[in-house]
């Protein structure tokens, strides 16, 4: 099931001539079929996932390409892929179905609890904090709500929210500017990270300045970790000596262990590695923002805001702790 539209996932009852169509929709159900059958790229894949006959897949299309006198796809040896004409609609149709979507859960939801799919990523970090606490004050207080949750580095699922396949993502920002009226979750410290019973870590403190001696364990370019680290190193006249490039915190948890350099980061997971120290880094101290995203593209819905509001009240409750 695709995470850009879950919703279309569920078997559509059908009519005596056997084209799908919801006993209520705001838009022609054929629509949703055809976005079915991009999502597949084959008729026989859409029909499966749809739990209809293939007959009654192919009538839908052709119904469609009947009303709008083009064709929308084309055979190849492999499925459909869409004709220029179809590539064009598909962007319109799913913003369409969306609105459509929000409509029917709106109303339902006037009448009583929230109902819907609401989709939310979580950093690595963040899954331990939110994913359960999260899952289960949903299932209890919202019944009608379905989550769908989504692990991922901050890059990704920033992507993620941009092309509307997210509600709202738990994600890092640098520095305050960035943050803009996002909601703030957590104010972090970044820190130094190495190998258990280093000198360098022993104080759990470490000047900015003094890391432009220690050999580095960095993402690469354009990370926006490293060109903050970039950036700083510039306007203190350091030179960071980068000897690893290692995108991701594991591998770079791992090398530090090794006795490779040392790492960069916002959260010090690495204290529960029995092999791993850190210190924070100071004069100044660098923080990184947690803050909950909300993707430009997707509808507010009722279940969404209300799960944004429980993912913030959350957050208020591990402050607190």
Known sequence: MSADRPDLAAPLPHTQDGDAAPAWAVIDSRWRVFLRVVEAGSLNKAAAALAMPQSAISRAIAHL?????????????????????????????????????????????????????????????????????????????????????????????????????????????????????????????????????????????????RISELPLILPARPHLLRTRLDRLAAEHGLRLHVVIEADSVHLQYEVAAAGGGYAIAAFPDGAGDARLASACIVQPQLERFVVLAESPRRPHTRASREVHRLVCALADKITAR
């Open 65 to 209: 390409e009947r009303q709008c006198g083009e064709r929308l796809f084309v055979r190849t040896g492999r499925g459909v892929v869409l004709t220029e004409f179809g590539a064009q609609l598909l962007p319109r149709v799913v913003r369409l179905a969306a609105d459509a979507d929000t409509l029917v859960e709106d109303i339902r939801a006037a009448r009583g609890q929230p109902m819907g799919d609401v989709l939310i990523g979580l950093l690595p970090s963040a899954v331990p904090r939110y994913a359960g606490p999260l899952a289960s004050t949903v299932r209890e207080c919202m019944p009608g709500v379905r989550l769908h949750l989504v692990e991922g580095a901050s890059a990704q699922l920033e992507e993620q929210l941009r092309e509307g396949r997210l509600d709202m993502a738990v994600v890092l920002r640098e520095d305050a500017t960035s943050v803009g009226d996002e909601r703030i979750l957590a104010r972090v410290p970044l820190h130094l990270i190495g190998r258990l019973g280093d000198a360098v870590l022993a104080g759990g403190e470490v000047p900015l300045i």
